[in-house]
Nanobody
Framework: QLQASGGGLVQAGGSLRLSCVAS????????IAWFRRAPGKEREGISI????????YYRDSVKGRFTISRDNAKNTVFLQMNSLTSEDTAVYYC???????????????WGQGTLVTVSS
């Protein structure tokens, strides 16, 4: 399973760091992705970190602002979010599968979501 945390209320321009702690599977053999769903919008992929070599991928709208990283010793993935805007307001979910993929339905494990609210 996955446990996401770190969400909260932040002013525009501020930062948050989300965490996703995994259990019940071999963490370092899984790619981890972050998705988000904003009010009234479809779920969208934000970032992925691979299992093999830690290659990272980002949605264009978050490139240069968000950084994904993983600590395999702690079974944890982080999403550092800087320069937040109201457009980043959403529930953020982490998800895991053996190989990285863009399509959310391919992911085996999902966290419960953590709410990020950015006030303007």
């Amino acid at each position: 399973q996955l446990q996401a945390s770190g969400g909260g209320l932040v002013q525009a321009g501020g930062s948050l760091r989300l965490s996703c702690v995994a259990s019940g599977f071999t963490f370092d053999e899984y790619a981890i992705a972050w998705f988000r769903r904003a009010p009234g919008k479809e779920r969208e992929g934000i970032s992925i970190i691979s299992s093999v070599d830690g290659t990272t991928y980002y949605r264009d709208s978050v490139k240069g602002r968000f950084t994904i990283s993983r600590d395999n010793a702690k079974n944890t993935v982080f999403l550092q979010m800087n320069s937040l805007t109201s457009e980043d307001t959403a529930v953020y979910y982490c998800a895991a599968r053996p190989l990285e993929a863009v399509t959310s339905t391919l992911y085996e494990y999902w966290g419960q979501g953590t709410l990020v609210t950015v006030s303007s």
